[in-house]
């Protein structure tokens, strides 16, 4: 098996550690090989063509500001959900109906955001 170095943040490096000792995993390999193939399977569900009807959940850092990217593609935007999860994060949910490319545009930025914790993306509609 091919070695991989990969370079992480200290704080999201403890995070790391913390969660796979709490979920019983046997090592950091480990965990990073089951986050690349939901990774890619969750790639799989957004190539399809044509419009889609998405649902895209995000956790960001709150101390640093509202996420701006779906400001740039409010032609997508069917509905949006913002509320405080914690006192240090925000949970925002956006309905979304537009070509899947642009889904993928948009859903691609939000991730790229550094505050961003977690995204999840269901894709309720499209040929496979």
């Known amino acids: 098996m091919p070695i991989v170095s990969v370079s992480i943040p200290e704080k ?13 995993f046997a090592s950091r390999s480990e965990v990073l090989r089951q986050a690349v193939r939901f990774f890619i399977e969750e790639g799989r569900s957004l190539e399809v063509e044509g419009e ?24 997508l ?4 959900l913002h509320t405080h999860v914690d006192e240090g994060s925000c949970l925002e949910v ?13 859903t691609d930025s ?11 993306i269901t894709v309720l509609g499209g040929p496979r």
């Open 12 to 24: 999201l490096l403890k995070e790391l550690d913390d969660s796979l000792e709490r979920r019983g």
């Open 52 to 75: 889609v009807v998405a649902v895209v959940t995000v956790v960001y850092e709150k101390a640093k500001g509202r996420l701006l990217a779906h400001h740039e593609h409010e032609g």
């Open 77 to 80: 935007l069917l509905t949006f």
């Open 94 to 106: 956006l309905v979304l109906k537009g070509s899947a490319e642009a889904v993928r545009k948009l």
């Open 110 to 120: 939000i991730r790229m955001d550094e505050r961003v914790k977690q995204v999840k």
